[in-house]
C-alpha cells in the first residue's frame, strides 16, 4: 500500500521561508493527485489552505502557496508569523473516491 | 453556512462496536452530486487517518486498511450519516471527524468540530 510521506518536523526563523514537502512512498505526486494542505493548530478541526494543487482556500494569506516541486507536492510559507507554529497535512487523491493523509509536519517557528 | 456536528457514546468497551452519527445542518446532503460525505480519525498525539467515505446515491469506499470493521451509512430522511466500526481496541481510541469533500477538487471543505472516543473497559 502507498503510503502519503511528509517531514515528521520543520523549524523556520520569523520572517523566514519554508517549504514542506508531501510524497509517496512509491511513485511521483502530480497534480492528478489533487494535492491539499490542511493546518491544524492544538484542539481544532483542520482547515484547508490550498487545494487542488495551488489554489488557496477562502481568507488564506498570500504568504501560504501551493505547487509541484520535482516528484513531491510541496507548501511554501513566506514570511513566517509566531502563529504560523502548528501541525501540517498534505491529503492526496488516490482516485476511487479514496484520499490519503500524510502523516503532518510539525512547523516550530523560533 | 454549512454545518456537521458529530455525535455518539464517549467510551465503548473493547470488543465492542463504535457507532458516530454526523448530523449535516444549513444543507441537504442529497442537494448535490459534487459531494462525498467523509469520516476522520486522530488518534491521542497522531495525525489525521481517512477513515471512508459515502456518496449521496449511498455508494461507499473505505480505507483499506479498515475496510473490514466499517460501514458508513446515510439517513437522507434525518440529514444524517453515520460510522460504524466493530471489534474496536485501545488503538481506535481517536477523536473523530465528519466531513464534506468536494468532488471537483478533493477537498475536505467542511469540518465537524470533533468528537473524543475512548475504548477502554
Known amino acids: 500500500q502507498t503510503v502519503v510521506t511528509q517531514e515528521p518536523s520543520f523549524s523556520v526563523s520569523p520572517g523566514g521561508t519554508v517549504t514542506l514537502t508531501c510524497g509517496l512512498s512509491s511513485g511521483s505526486v502530480s497534480t492528478s493527485y489533487y494535492p491539499s494542505w490542511y493546518q491544524q493548530t492544538p484542539g481544532q478541526a483542520p482547515r484547508t489552505l490550498i487545494y487542488?494543487?495551488?489554489t488557496r482556500s477562502s481568507g488564506v494569506p498570500d504568504r501560504f502557496s501551493g505547487s509541484i516541486l520535482g516528484n513531491k507536492a510541496a507548501l511554501t510559507i513566506t514570511g513566517a508569523q509566531a502563529d504560523d507554529e502548528c501541525d501540517y497535512y498534505c491529503?492526496?487523491?488516490?482516485?476511487?473516491?479514496?484520499?490519503?493523509f500524510g502523516g503532518g509536519t510539525k512547523l516550530t517557528v523560533l | 453556512q454549512l454545518q456537521l456536528q458529530e455525535s455518539g457514546p464517549g467510551l465503548v468497551e473493547p470488543s465492542e462496536t463504535l457507532s458516530l452519527t454526523c448530523t449535516v445542518s444549513g444543507g441537504s446532503i442529497t442537494s448535490s452530486r459534487y459531494y462525498y460525505w467523509d469520516w476522520i480519525r486522530q488518534p491521542p498525539g497522531k495525525g489525521l487517518e481517512w477513515i471512508g467515505t459515502i456518496y449521496y446515491s449511498g455508494s461507499t469506499y473505505y480505507n483499506p486498511s479498515l475496510k473490514s470493521r466499517v460501514t458508513i451509512s446515510v439517513d437522507t430522511s434525518r440529514n444524517q450519516f453515520s460510522l460504524k466500526l466493530s471489534s474496536v481496541t485501545a488503538a481506535d481510541t481517536a477523536v473523530y471527524y465528519c466531513?464534506?469533500?468536494?468532488?471537483?477538487?478533493?477537498?475536505?471543505?467542511?469540518w465537524g468540530q470533533g468528537t473524543l472516543v475512548t475504548v477502554s473497559s
Open positions: 466531513a464534506r469533500r468536494d468532488t471537483s477538487s478533493w477537498n475536505f471543505d467542511y
Open positions: 487542488s494543487t495551488n
Open positions: 491529503v492526496l487523491y488516490m482516485g476511487s473516491g479514496i484520499s490519503a
